[in-house]
Structure formats: C-alpha cells, structure tokens
C-alpha cells in the first residue's frame, strides 16, 4: 500500500502521545523526531550515541516543539535487564506509550553470502533484528496501556525482494517484514497496530554506503518525507494493520 508523502503537519495533532523513535539522532530518526515533537508528540528519542541526540534535543526545544525525552542506550549491547529497565521507566513515567517506531538500523557490507564476514553478520541481526524484537517485547505491556498504539517498522526493498549481495541487512529485513505479519496478527484484537514501512531512498549516511556513486541530489531528504511518518501516527491510519507500506516519493 502506498503512503503519500504530502502530508501537512498540523501542530498539536499528536498532543498527549507518547512515541519512541530508535535512532533518533540523525537520519530518518532525527527528522521524524522534530515533525512528531511539531505534532506535539513527546518523543523518547532512543540512539546510541548522547552528544547528537543532544543536539537533536536543542533542535526541538528551541524550535519550540514538545520537549522531548533522552534515552541513551547502544542496540548492540543492550541485554533483556536494559529493555526490563526501559519498560520500568516508561511505567513509571508515563501513563502510555502510543508509538513505537524501529527505525535504528545498519547496513553492514555488500558482500556474496558464501564470504560474508561472520562478525558483522552478528552484529548486523543483533542491532536490526534482535534488539527489534526484544524491544517490541518489553514494551508491549505499556503500548496496551494506549487506547490508540501503532508499532513501525522500519523496512526496505531488499526485505520484501531479495537483491543479490545486501547480505545480511537484506536478510534482516526480510526477518522485520515477518515479525511484523506475525505480530499484526497476534495483536489483531488489541489496540495495538503493527505495520512495516518502505521508505524508499533518502539522503542519509545509509543510502550514501549503499550507493557511493550516486548524485545524492536526486535523493529526497529525510525532512521531506517525515510528515509521512506523523500521518501513520495520527488517528486518519487507525485501521491500518499488518501491512507492507511503501512511501511515495515520485
Ligand atoms: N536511507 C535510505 O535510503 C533507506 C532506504 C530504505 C530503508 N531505510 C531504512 O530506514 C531507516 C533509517 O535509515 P537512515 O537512512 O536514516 O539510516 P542512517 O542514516 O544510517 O541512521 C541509522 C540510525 O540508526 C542508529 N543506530 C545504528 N546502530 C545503532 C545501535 N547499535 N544502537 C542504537 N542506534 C543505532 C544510528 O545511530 P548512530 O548515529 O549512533 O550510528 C542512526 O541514528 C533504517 O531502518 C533503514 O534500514 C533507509
């Protein structure tokens, strides 16, 4: 199903929502961070790394958006007491959580199957896969506390059809489009909806590794696409569930 990407922002669409973004320090993460803060979302804005998700913050506050909140934490590394712990804050802190968007991910190396390095291939499914799943889990409980909850998940191409040589990220996303079918489903009588998203090509770090070649130029930029994102957080897509979304661009 295909989303458009003209979709105008109104301020306070989103007021009183409480939405996690993973990699909300740069990328596609840092520009729906600001359009779902504009909405007037409190974003939790999860990332690894403190000083950019810092500034993304200083961005936010001083465009006089909702105030965001801080989440540091590594994907990588993070263990089931990490989640257990977010899940205890979030509890703590807020009465629901209504969104939770998987949009953390690495591309790791184009590369044949048969010479894959092993490493990278683990890490890969750790950040893009595991971590996804564990913290889909942990926070299940606090999405049922909303009476209007989505799950996102940040998809590709390559997850849908397979392409020769995108190795392990193809493979990870192949594994978020099937959580997102199975979890649709399970979920299909809760106030939870789960869906995936293509976003197709943007003008990040990412699609800079994937494709060293190309005139960046003719890539939109993430800020021009993420009010998409604050359209599938809004009530108009309540009835979306367990479907493969594909953004817009032409
Ligand atoms: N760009 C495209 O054209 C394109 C196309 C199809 C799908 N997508 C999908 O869209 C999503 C966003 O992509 P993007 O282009 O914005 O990617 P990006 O520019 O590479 O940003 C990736 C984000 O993930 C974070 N991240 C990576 N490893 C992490 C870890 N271990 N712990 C916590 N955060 C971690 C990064 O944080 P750091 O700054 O700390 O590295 C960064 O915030 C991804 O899921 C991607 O697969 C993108």
Do not use: C
């Amino acid at each position: 199903m295909n989303i458009s990407t003209d979709y105008q922002v109104a301020k306070g669409e989103l007021t009183d929502k409480v939405i996690l973004v993973t990699g909300a320090n740069r990328g596609f993460g840092r520009a729906m961070t600001l359009d779902l803060a504009k909405a007037g979302a409190t974003v939790i804005m999860l990332g690894r790394d403190l000083g950019s998700l810092e500034s993304v913050y200083d961005e936010v506050v001083d465009l006089g958006y909702q105030e965001p909140v801080l989440y540091p934490l590594d994907l990588e590394g993070a263990t089931p007491e990490h989640y257990e712990q977010l899940q205890a804050n979030l509890l703590e802190n807020f009465d629901q959580l209504d969104g939770l968007i998987h949009n953390a991910s690495i591309i790791g190396t184009m590369m044949p199957i048969e010479q894959y390095d092993i490493k990278l291939w683990y890490s890969t499914m750790q950040i893009n896969v595991n971590a996804v799943f564990m913290l889909t889990q942990f926070l299940i409980p606090v999405l049922n506390k909303s009476d209007d909850a989505r799950i996102l998940f940040l998809s590709s191409s390559v997850g849908r059809s397979a392409r020769a040589y995108w190795g392990a990220y193809g493979v990870s996303k192949f594994a978020i489009e099937g959580l997102s079918k199975t979890l649709s489903e399970e979920l299909e009588k809760t106030n939870i909806r789960v869906n995936s998203l293509d976003p197709k090509r943007m003008r990040t770090k990412m699609r800079q590794t994937a494709y060293p070649a190309e005139n960046a130029d003719n890539n939109p930029t993430p800020e021009s696409i993420s009010p998409a994102i604050v359209y599938l957080m809004s009530e108009s897509t309540k009835a979306l569930n367990g479907e493969q979304l594909t953004l817009e661009l032409d």
